[in-house]
Nanobody
Framework: VQLQASGGGSVQAGGSLRLSCAAS????????MGWFRQTPGKEREFVSA????????KYADSVKGRFTISRDNAKNTVYLQMNSLKPEDTAVYYC???????????????????WGQGTQVTVSS
């Protein structure tokens, strides 16, 4: 499956952005979808994920209550609504996909087989 992330940009602290990740090539609804982020010199960090059935979601503690993941299987797209952004949210954000298995969501980057190209999010104070 091919993934194309978009929606990044520069905002001030407290602002909002919505990231999108469009998928193509396979049956989108069969895949768990995740968002990760990475800053220079650091490992890729889990942000949020949603199961293939949309029945389960998971968030990193650092974004819980501020970010919301959703998916539209008719549009083959997963979204990440980011509100109340903080400077520490600054990173390159990546979407990822893995074949869905049950309702268990993994937060480990290595478990995701497909990755988008990343979109930069910069939050200024």
């Amino acid at each position: 499956v091919q993934l194309q992330a978009s929606g990044g940009g520069s905002v001030q602290a407290g602002g909002s952005l919505r990231l999108s990740c469009a998928a193509s090539g396979r049956t989108f609804s069969n895949y768990d979808m995740g968002w990760f982020r990475q800053t220079p010199g650091k490992e890729r960090e889990f942000v949020s994920a949603m199961s293939w059935s949309a029945g389960s979601t998971k968030y990193a503690d650092s974004v819980k209550g501020r970010f919301t993941i959703s998916r539209d299987n008719a549009k083959n797209t997963v979204y990440l609504q980011m509100n109340s952004l903080k400077p520490e949210d600054t990173a390159v954000y990546y979407c990822a996909a893995r074949p869905g298995i049950g309702v268990v969501i993994t937060t480990t980057p290595d478990r995701y087989a497909y990755w988008g190209q990343g979109t930069q999010v910069t939050v200024s104070s």
